[in-house]
């Protein structure tokens, strides 16, 4: 079984900066891909940012200069620092990984979401 805690949302006015992390625990053989997902109220679950386990990156054009989305290995933690918010971040951000189980079965995870709200 994995855990995954997530923190680091909070309220911040426009222009301002969050950081968010997501630390994985429990057992299991490897993270493959982690991500970041946001879902504003009414709106889908929309990819945010990902990273795979070779640190290739791929971000959502909306985030595209503003976003840095980082993992660190040794602490099985994904991390998205976010810059020059904007109202429209406003969302609960989810965080994704993609685990090889210690039987080498892939699954995936969520965190349980934290709130980001930008301020105009």
């Known amino acids: 079984q994995v855990q995954l805690v997530e923190s680091g949302g909070g309220l911040v006015q426009a222009g301002g900066s969050l950081r968010l992390s997501c630390a994985a625990s429990?057992?299991?053989?490897?993270?493959?891909?982690m991500g970041w997902y946001r879902q504003a109220p009414g709106k889908q679950r929309e990819l945010v940012a990902a990273?795979?386990?070779?640190?290739?990156?791929n971000y959502a054009d909306s985030v595209k200069g503003r976003f840095t989305i980082s993992r660190d290995n040794a602490k099985n933690t994904v991390y998205l620092q976010m810059n020059s918010l904007k109202p429209e971040d406003t969302a609960v951000y989810y965080c994704?990984?993609?685990?090889?189980?210690?039987?080498?079965?892939?699954?995936?995870?969520w965190g349980q979401g934290t709130q980001v709200t930008v301020s105009s």
């Open positions: 994704n990984l993609v685990v090889t189980t210690i039987v080498l079965r892939k699954y995936d995870y």
């Open positions: 429990g057992s299991f053989f490897s993270i493959n891909a």
């Open positions: 990273i795979t386990s070779e640190g290739s990156t």
